[in-house]
């Protein structure tokens, strides 16, 4: 059975940083592009970031870009977000998913596999 599983979430003040990770289990996913999403409460969930199999194409959001940077390690098999400079509009449930395909998406619609979220909560 497929998994990505979220961690590095948790409570921090504006300005911030966290790293949040994801490590999938039950297959590898080196193949494919995988993102961040986000949805705070009330509100749809939105594209984060993006980045394709080999790490060298990756795209953000307008509202993160300069801020946030996504990165994986193929050798670990594991996704990153780092997240610089956070204000409490950033607040929200944040989700790692992976695509079946390798080409670059930012519609949620467009991703096959999730993992449950994680908390990231800014303070002002």
């Known amino acids: 059975q497929v998994q990505l599983v979220e961690a590095g979430g948790g409570l921090v003040q504006a300005g911030g940083s966290l790293r949040l990770s994801c490590a999938p289990s039950?297959?590898?996913?080196?193949?494919?592009?995988m993102g961040w999403f986000r949805q705070a409460p009330g509100k749809e969930r939105e594209f984060v970031a993006a980045?394709?199999?080999?790490?060298?194409?990756?795209a953000y959001a307008d509202s993160v870009k300069g801020r946030f940077s996504i990165s994986r390690d193929k050798a670990k098999n594991t996704l990153y977000l780092q997240m610089n400079s956070l204000k409490p509009e950033d607040t929200a449930v944040y989700y790692c998913?992976?695509?079946?395909?390798?080409?670059?998406?930012?519609?949620?619609?467009?991703?096959?596999?999730w993992g449950p979220g994680t908390q990231v909560t800014v303070s002002s």
């Open positions: 980045i394709n199999w080999n790490g060298d194409s990756t």
């Open positions: 039950g297959r590898t996913f080196s193949s494919y592009t």
């Open positions: 998913s992976s695509r079946r395909s390798s080409g670059m998406a930012t519609i949620p619609s467009n991703y096959a596999y």
